[in-house]
């Protein structure tokens, strides 16, 4: 106690020297990079949110420029059409436009399902049945298949 009473102020600047260092090794410790995280959370979330808009945008045009794709197939043909899906597939970077026509010449009947990309008018898949009997392209199953994993992605 002795000791205490002779060096009272000595132990009151370690103490004030102490809490001194422990706050700065808090500040460096544990606030820096809480705030860090949370500049980064909000720089992937602005990121995410950026990117979702621009993916938005992005099936906006495709739908637009699937309307007009089929549009001008009905002007320039004589055929129905029916069952149109479009889908912007990100990995493509393109515009995907599935649909169906059906077609009856000469007493034949003609279905054909196609997956097109849009912006470039070029066939992805094509399963086309005549009078009942597969007739061009892939079977139904593939067809499919690639159609499901086309439009999922």
Known sequence: MNWLKENWF????????LIVALSVAYYFIMFIPKRNDQIRAQEQSKTTQEYNQRILLQEQDCQKASY???GEIKETSQFYISANQNHFSISK???????VTVDEYLGE????HKIVDV????????????????WLGVDF???????????EE
């Not at 009947?109 to 054909?112: A, T, V, W």
């Not at 912006?119 to 597969?134: C, Q």
């Open 10 to 17: 000595k132990f009151i600047i370690a103490i004030g020297v």
């Open 68 to 70: 007009k794709f089929l």
């Open 93 to 99: 970077n393109t515009c995907l436009l599935y649909y």
């Open 109 to 112: 009947r003609i279905i054909e």
């Open 119 to 134: 912006y470039t008018n070029k066939p992805i898949i094509l399963y086309s049945v005549k009078n009942g009997e597969h």
């Open 141 to 151: 199953n593939e067809f499919d298949r690639q159609q499901r994993k086309l439009f």
